[in-house]
């Protein structure tokens, strides 16, 4: 991905050890809010918006009260768009998760249900493909692959790293295994799924992620696809508090929206599991070199 001068031997150790740190504190993606901008000029015509949720790290397996579970029945029916379809970043091996009856079977229920099932990962803990050899990242994706095939009958086109991390050679694997790399526009500030996993910033956060967002939107920097303007939003359906608030998430998206006066597709949500698949391959990452922002602080450590 990134193309900069070699860092020095103890450069590298540093940044490697904050790095580590890091990921087992953060669990994942999150992202600290900022101040929001000025909305930009509304003259501008654009397609209108219409948001592409997608999910991290789940299924979860726990036998009762599951967050995924909490998820998909909220999908379905809410007081804003009932039906609404989602992206799901499996992890087909984790040991509490997608690796248990319990997460195999909340696989297929996200299929059948017809949202479109991707991939995250196929280990047993949330392992860093960017700290993996070629071979065993091949062999992992494959895994994956051949584990999501086995359960949907599809294989995945989709995939999301974990920690947010890839370079050029990750990429060029995840083509191999025919799969392209979705990120995000708009991140929920989640990623921490245990201990204080609660956000006290949900709208403030939204509204600073969407006013970015609304330049490039702005500007025709975005895809336009069926009419609309995909817009990612990223969430993680094992967070317990983020399953309870899923429903007060989606009230927040319109209402900032509406703030920040951008114009929402008259569906809002995706609805269709075929066109939901069309935004988010039009809204992937296909060249190594190429550098959009990342959640927090992860564009600093992937340097």
Known sequence: MFNHRPLSPLAAGV???????????????????????????????????????????????????????????????????????AVFFTQTRAW??????????????EFDAGHLVAFHSATLFHSNHRFMSEADLDASLQNGVDDLTGITGVAPTLVRPPFWAYDAATLASYHRHGMQMLLTDLNANDGKIYGVNFSWHKRSNMLSHLAETRKRWAAGAMPEVDGATPVVVTFHDVNTYSSRHIEEYMAILLDVAKELDVPLA???????????????????VHAGDVRPQLPGLWNWLWQ
């Open 266 to 284: 008259p569906q809002p949500f995706y609805t269709d599991r075929a066109a939901l698949e069309r935004a988010a391959l039009a809204s992937t």
């Open 15 to 85: 940044r490697r050890a904050i790095a580590t740190v890091l990921l087992g504190a953060l669990a994942a993606c999150a992202t600290a809010p900022t101040a929001p901008p000025s909305p930009a000029s509304a003259s501008v015509t654009r397609a209108p918006i219409r948001f592409l949720l997608t999910f991290d790290d789940g299924p979860a397996a726990a036998s009762s009260d599951n967050p995924t579970v909490r998820v998909l029945d909220t999908l379905a029916h809410n007081p804003y768009q009932d039906g609404v379809k």
């Open 96 to 109: 509490h998760g997608g690796g248990t009856a319990v997460g195999r079977q909340l696989i297929r229920r």
